[in-house]
């Protein structure tokens, strides 16, 4: 394996941010600085960045059925941070998310330690279709569905509004299918027609879902098993 590639695996970078720092010297092999991008490795070679020893990343991709009152971030003053319910992280590693909920909000959320995974995942979930699964506090009636509807409709020119499906479970229970939107969008729509919700769900972005996923676990999955 070439040089670039094994720093590139081991840290998160570019394959030129690692062309880079290898030509400044801050990279070396067995002890010798090696300013060789294209350097080939053998299996024995123990290789340093910045004089630390460096091995490649194993990546952890992660389906988290997120439950409420916990934060898309790694620390948050009000809320606890949803990888405090992921199990067995590797601690030496940073973990990002590919797409983040309120803490009020339920639902699918995207995790990994491979920083490149989840910024190119990041820009493909923002073209793509969601579905939301809203529990309201009250009774829903057909006016509302109605007004939510025209509500919507009276905004054209925002994409949101393209392919919009709403579907009534139950008396309480709405199916939202809808383009990339902001949960405060979603949220001021409903309260405009009085409905008191309990629970904001995201079911599914584009073909990924939470499926069976119980809420507040999690499925640790494979980079080629994320379809969207």
């Known amino acids: 394996m070439r040089l670039v590639k094994f720093l590139t695996l081991c840290v998160a970078m570019s394959r030129?941010?690692?062309?880079?720092?290898?030509?400044?010297?801050?990279?070396?092999?067995?002890?010798?600085?090696?300013?060789?991008p294209?350097?080939?490795?053998?299996?024995?070679?123990?290789?340093?960045?910045?004089?630390?020893?460096?091995?490649i990343i194993e990546h952890h991709y992660i389906v988290l059925n997120k439950p409420a009152n916990f934060a898309c971030v790694t620390e948050d003053k009000e809320y606890p941070s949803v990888l405090n319910l992921i199990k067995n992280q590797a601690l030496d590693r940073s973990y990002y998310f590919a797409n983040t909920?309120?803490?009020?909000?339920?639902?699918?959320?995207?995790?990994?330690?491979?920083?490149?995974?989840?910024?190119?995942?990041?820009?493909?979930?923002?073209?793509?279709?969601?579905?939301?699964?809203?529990?309201?506090?009250?009774?829903?009636?057909?006016?509302?569905?109605?007004n939510l509807r025209e509500i919507w409709s009276a905004s054209s020119a925002n994409n949101m509004l393209e392919n919009i499906d709403i579907q009534k479970q139950n008396i309480n229970t709405l199916l939202i299918h809808i383009n990339q939107a902001k949960s405060?969008?979603?949220?001021?729509?409903?309260?405009?027609?009085?409905?008191?919700?309990?629970?904001?769900?995201?079911?599914?972005?584009?073909?990924?879902?939470?499926?069976?996923?119980?809420?507040?676990?999690?499925?640790q999955i494979k980079e080629n098993e994320v379809q969207i």
Request: with cysteine; aromatic share 6%.
């Open 38 to 55: 294209d350097f080939e490795l053998l299996d024995s070679n123990r290789v340093f960045f910045d004089g630390k020893h460096i091995t």
């Open 184 to 219: 405060a969008e979603i949220m001021a729509a409903l309260s405009s027609i009085n409905l008191r919700i309990k629970q904001l769900q995201l079911q599914q972005i584009g073909k990924m879902g939470i499926g069976e996923i119980a809420e507040g676990d999690y499925l």
């Open 101 to 146: 909920l309120s803490p009020l909000e339920t639902g699918l959320v995207l995790i990994s330690n491979d920083i490149r995974w989840t910024s190119r995942l990041s820009l493909r979930l923002q073209k793509k279709s969601c579905v939301y699964r809203i529990t309201s506090a009250n009774d829903i009636n057909d006016d509302q569905i109605k």
């Open 16 to 36: 030129n941010q690692g062309k880079f720092f290898i030509r400044k010297g801050r990279v070396s092999v067995d002890g010798k600085v090696t300013t060789d």
